[in-house]
């Protein structure tokens, strides 16, 4: 399914969003009677989980053993437990030479696949050589498993003696144990070992658990280098021309050379880095001199911890200071010398750290999260998003181990500061996660960003190979109704150097809770970024940089976790490649354009037949409409705005009924060449042989050459505009003025009415009445010259 680059029109569906109808909520047997012969479920509406399809699993908590017996040979005992249900086996790591051990270790067995009616847990005594020595077990019977319904407390747990392999009990060793049936809701479900991920052992078992993860806390430095007093160069015999290179962590700025030599340089230029709490960078500022073109020597230096600095959470400035430079160049055996100086250079900074900014560390298309970096400067939530990651259908298969292929999947999902991951379900091409995660919503014109991952880490440590993508959904809040529940299948589809690719479907359950309607209304109103963006904006340049910068930190930090949140995927959820080049993105911009004046295009074509008298009829009702408006002028603008709305309220039958998903026709996808995709997917500098760039760059040129035309073109008219009174051709400006002059006066004697009645009767005359030629103003505006002759 979706295996073929260029997909046949029958398979068009398969890239559709899907109605589906899951069974969400909480259902519980009734009671919770053990020994039930039957489950009978009876609704139980709740808050927490009603948003996926619920799960049951039986919990087996091992807290403890004491007074195992020691083995024979040994005299020792290096006991571990084994619980085993069915083909299920989990087990907990051993101690060595411990007879009192404390596991505290939880395992889910998920009912759906239990195909025994006994529980059976082992406790085994380690040996490094022969087989595990068998110390003892406990058996519980399937139906006399009671069953928690939160929010009770936990059950707690209780001491058993353990049996020998016949039943007998054993004169020494007891297990603390708990045996409960329960759903994904309880609260030892993140923590505790899962069958759906039996195979996975040792520190692999740590990559599969389901995680939330916080942003990092953004700030913005900005660092206003105003200027330097008393810089001394190692050549004193000519003044230094210096300039300022200010460094935070791995990110560097410089400012410019001043403009001139001098020992008292000015600047004042501000330089913008990104930082991130806790703060374990230093502002490093370094004065240089300009000795020689190819030459900077560094003539003092500055380290100052980010916390020292004040924060800013208004447009007023902070304070100014002067900071003493530590002179370089004087080593250790040196170090007297300094305080032997009379003076130090100096540089006066105005530093802070930015709190009333948002910074951005995705694109501004796709943003999750609007609010100021100082918490005190944060409204209150306006909303509550809640989402039930389901299921996956249909996913490919991702990788092959001994000979067999096989999908980890995992889903992430990325909202404002918070950041979600799914457990990981092993060796399934339909996983179910069905868990439910909530946000708070500030702004309802922003995005969630959901993508689903192949986890290649099972086997615990680092490791090189990046978790592979199988896909990205994203689904703007504004464009879900409040307080319903969206359950759709979102394809999952992967552009690739092959192609247009799907990778199976998704399942998700959204609400979108409001909590306040009239503080949503005047969101609407107010700029979607916090205000000093507007006050104080940075270029387009610097917040590409800062962009860049604040992603990177981002993902160093995520990555940095336990599971870690690798830089792969924070990379694809944040989109960080939006901005190289492809021709097919560049298509599909260019057709959205297209799209865009398409109505504008029908009208215009319109009332081109209306002007053509194709349809009489019609022409004859639009000479009426157009006597009314010129005997009621007044009637104008109130007939625009009803017609709007009448047009409104008729959408409002089609109106979407679904969130919005990645459309493969908008993109340009199946349409795109394999060579342009080639070209999408290359490194950047280029990787590729160079033949291939040398066609990429003579395809490249040649598409630039036709935008070029078009650019000249609409300089050409514009400058023919301004050449009406310029008096570059003073034959047709003269003509021009002239007519200005006899329209004014003419205009001025004659009523309004009568001029737009004349002209309107004109512009609507009956073809025999028009000639094919072009009209008078289009040959007297053509005529007219640009300055394309002066072009070389």
């Known amino acids: 399914m979706g295996s073929q680059s260029a997909p046949p029109k029958a398979n068009q569906d398969d890239y559709k969003l899907k109605d589906t109808k899951p069974v969400l909520g909480e259902r519980w047997p009734h009671g919770g009677q053990r020994g039930g012969s039957g ?7 709740t808050s927490t989980y009603d948003l996926v399809e619920q799960m049951f699993y039986l919990y087996v908590r091992v807290e403890k053993a004491k007074d195992l017996p020691p083995n024979q040979v040994t005299g020792s005992v290096d006991p571990y437990v084994e619980v085993k249900v069915g083909n299920y086996k989990g087990k907990t790591r051993h101690f060595e030479k411990k007879s009192n051990p404390e596991w505290k270790q939880v395992f889910a067995f998920s009912k759906d696949k239990i195909q025994s009616s006994v529980v059976e847990v082992y406790v085994r005594d380690k040996e490094m050589v022969a087989r595990d020595d068998y110390i003892g077990k406990v058996v519980f019977d399937m139906h006399e498993v009671p069953t928690r319904v939160p929010p009770d407390s936990p059950l707690a747990p209780q001491w058993y003696r353990l049996e020998g392999r ?15 049936m329960g759903t994904q809701a309880d609260e030892a479900f993140p923590e505790a070992w899962h069958s759906d991920s039996a195979s996975v052992h040792g520190d692999g078992v740590y990559t599969i658990r389901s995680k939330v993860y916080v942003n990092p806390k953004l700030w913005y430095v900005r660092v206003n280098v105003i200027e330097a007093q008393d810089i001394e160069p190692q050549d004193k015999s000519q003044p230094p021309q210096a300039f300022v290179k200010a460094q935070v962590g791995q990110q560097v700025l410089k400012t410019k050379l001043s403009p001139t030599k001098t020992p008292n340089p000015m600047w004042n230029e501000d330089l913008v880095f990104v930082a991130a709490e806790p703060f374990e960078e230093q502002l490093v500022i370094t004065v240089e001199n300009k000795s020689t073109p190819a030459k900077d020597e560094v003539v003092g230096r500055l380290c100052v911890p980010l916390n ?11 304070h100014s200071r002067w900071f003493n430079l530590e002179r370089f160049g004087f080593g250790v055996l040196e170090g007297d010398k300094r305080h032997e100086l009379k003076f130090s250079s100096r540089i006066h900074l105005r530093v802070c750290l ?10 501004t298309m796709y943003i999750s999260d609007t609010r100021p970096t100082a918490r005190q400067l944060w409204k209150q939530p306006i909303g509550i998003l809640e989402v039930g990651i389901l299921s996956a259908q249909g996913l490919q298969p991702m990788k092959t181990n001994e000979g067999k292929s096989s999908t980890d999947a995992y889903c992430v999902a990325k909202y404002g500061q918070k950041w979600v991951r799914t457990r990981t379900i092993t060796e399934s091409f339909n996983p179910k996660w069905n868990e439910q995660y909530t946000w708070e919503v500030y702004d309802p014109c922003t995005v969630i960003t959901l993508g689903v991952f192949d986890n290649c880490h099972l086997g615990g440590g680092s490791g090189s190979k990046n978790d592979s993508r199988i896909g990205k959904v994203r689904i703007r809040l504004s464009t879900l109704e409040m307080d319903r529940i969206y359950t759709n299948s979102y394809p999952l589809l992967v552009l690739s150097p092959k192609g247009l690719k799907k990778m199976g479907e998704v399942q998700l359950a959204i609400r979108f809770t409001c909590l306040s309607l009239a503080h949503i209304i005047y969101l609407y109103g107010h700029p979607l970024l916090p205000k000093m963006h507007y006050l104080h904006p940075f270029t387009v340049n610097q917040l590409d940089g800062l962009r860049y910068q604040a992603m990177n930190i981002v993902a160093v930090r995520l990555g940095r976790a336990e599971p870690p949140l690798r830089k792969e995927v924070v990379e694809y959820m944040l989109d960080v490649d939006s901005h190289i080049w492809s021709l097919r993105r560049s298509k599909a911009n260019f057709f959205r354009i297209v799209s865009l004046f398409s109505g504008a295009i029908s009208m215009t074509r319109w009332l081109g037949e209306v002007q053509q008298w194709k349809n009489p009829i019609t022409t004859i009702l639009v000479h009426v409409l157009f006597f009314i408006l010129i005997c009621y002028p007044e009637l104008i603008l109130p007939t625009i705005f009803l017609y709007m709305f009448l047009i409104g309220i008729w959408n409002f039958r089609f109106r979407p009924r679904h969130p919005p998903h990645m459309d493969t026709k908008l993109s340009w996808a199946e ?5 342009e995709l080639d070209e999408e997917f290359d490194t950047f500098p280029t ?27 609409i300089a050409t008219q514009g400058e023919r505009l301004q050449a009406l009174l310029s008096w ?3 034959r047709a400006t003269s003509l021009f003025v002239i007519f200005c ?16 009645v004349v002209a309107g009767i004109f512009w609507l005359r009956h073809p025999k009445f028009r000639s094919k030629l072009p009209s008078l103003p289009s040959n007297f505006f053509k005529r007219l010259p640009s300055r394309a002759d002066g072009m070389l």
């Open 671 to 675: 349409a795109a060449h394999p060579d």
């Open 166 to 180: 016949r039943g007998e009990p054993k004169v020494r060793g007891e297990i603390m144990l708990a045996v409960w």
């Open 728 to 730: 570059r051709d003073p």
């Open 308 to 318: 020292k600095f004040e924060v800013r959470l208004d447009h007023r400035p902070v």
């Open 741 to 756: 002059l006899i329209a004014a006066v003419a205009l001025y004697i004659t009523p309004f009415k009568m001029v737009s």
């Open 687 to 713: 990787s590729k042989a160079q033949d291939v760039v040398k066609m990429r760059y003579d395809r490249l040129r040649s598409v630039a050459g036709r935008i070029q035309t078009v650019v000249g073109d």
């Open 39 to 45: 489950w009978i479920y009876t609704e139980r509406a």
């Open 354 to 363: 930015e709190g009333a900014y948002h910074v951005l560390d995705e694109s």
